[in-house]
C-alpha cells in the first residue's frame, strides 16, 4: 500500500548502456514528477508531468526521456549512461484533481550506480 | 535556498534537548515552503509545511518559523529523540509553479 513506489531500488550498469525507472502512485494524484539526489545530498527537480502532459523540464541531456503513460505512472528512460549520471533518482507526486496541493510526496528512491 | 555546492551542515544535539535548523530562501516571490525530513535510505518524508501569508505554524513536537523580511526560514524539533536523526531539507515554490528548489539540507545528529 506504498503511495509513491518506484522500480528498481538498485541499478547498476555499464556506460553506455540503457536503462528505465519506473514510478507508480496510488495517491489519486494529478502532478509527477522526477528528482536526481547527487552525493551532496542536493535535490533538483528534472521533470514534471501533469496529467501526462509535460509541464517541467529543467537543463537535462536529452538522453533523459521521460514517459507518462497514465496519470499514475512517469517513468524515465536514460540512453548512453554515462558516470555522471550515477547518482538517487527519486519520483515524487503531487495534488489532487478538483483540490490542487502543493505538498510533494516522495517514492522511496532509485540508486543508480554507472560503472 | 540553492546550492552552492557546499558540504551538507551537521547539527549535533543531546537527546531531549530542542534544535533548531535554519534555512535562508532565496526567492521573495516564493509564497509556499515545506520542510522534509530524509532518514538514510530513504526518500524525503514531508514533515510540516508554511504559506507565506503566515508567520508560525506548529506541528506535533515541530514548529516551522517564517521571517519574510530576511528570507529566513526554521524548523523547531523539541524533545529530540534518535529517530530525529536525518537530513533535513528546506524547499519553497512560488504560487502557480510547480517547481520546488530545495536548499542543501542539514545533517541532524541526536546524541544518545
Known amino acids: 500500500d506504498t503511495a509513491v513506489s518506484q522500480t528498481p531500488k538498485y541499478l547498476v550498469t555499464q556506460m553506455g548502456n540503457d536503462k528505465s525507472i519506473k514510478c507508480e502512485q496510488n495517491?489519486?494524484?494529478?502532478?509527477m514528477y522526477w528528482y536526481k539526489q547527487d552525493s551532496k545530498k542536493f535535490l533538483k527537480i528534472m521533470f514534471s508531468?501533469?496529467?501526462?502532459?509535460?509541464?517541467i523540464n529543467e537543463t537535462v541531456p536529452n538522453r533523459f526521456s521521460p514517459k507518462s503513460p497514465d496519470k499514475a505512472h512517469l517513468n524515465l528512460h536514460i540512453n548512453s549512461l554515462e558516470l555522471g549520471d550515477s547518482a538517487v533518482y527519486f519520483c515524487?507526486?503531487?495534488?489532487?484533481?478538483?483540490?490542487?496541493?502543493?505538498?510533494?510526496?516522495f517514492g522511496p528512491g532509485t540508486r543508480l550506480t554507472v560503472l | 535556498g540553492e546550492s552552492v555546492g557546499l558540504h551538507l551542515p551537521t547539527l549535533s544535539v543531546q537527546e531531549g534537548d530542542n534544535s533548531i535548523i535554519n534555512c535562508a530562501y532565496s526567492n521573495s516571490a516564493s509564497d509556499y515552503f515545506i520542510w522534509y525530513k530524509q532518514e538514510s535510505g530513504k526518500g524525503p518524508q514531508f514533515i510540516i509545511d508554511i504559506r507565506s501569508n503566515m508567520d508560525k505554524r506548529q506541528g506535533q513536537r515541530v514548529t516551522v518559523l517564517l521571517n519574510k523580511t530576511v528570507k529566513h526560514l526554521s524548523l523547531q524539533i523539541a524533545a529530540t529523540q534518535p529517530g530525529d536523526s536525518a537530513v533535513y531539507f528546506c524547499?519553497?515554490?512560488?504560487?502557480?509553479?510547480?517547481?520546488?528548489?530545495f536548499g542543501t539540507g542539514t545533517r541532524l545528529t541526536i546524541i544518545p
Open positions: 508531468y501533469n496529467n501526462k502532459e509535460l509541464i
Open positions: 515524487a507526486s503531487s495534488g489532487l484533481a478538483g483540490a490542487p496541493t502543493d505538498t510533494q510526496y
Open positions: 495517491l489519486g494524484h494529478d502532478t
Open positions: 524547499a519553497e515554490k512560488m504560487r502557480g509553479n510547480e517547481k520546488l528548489t
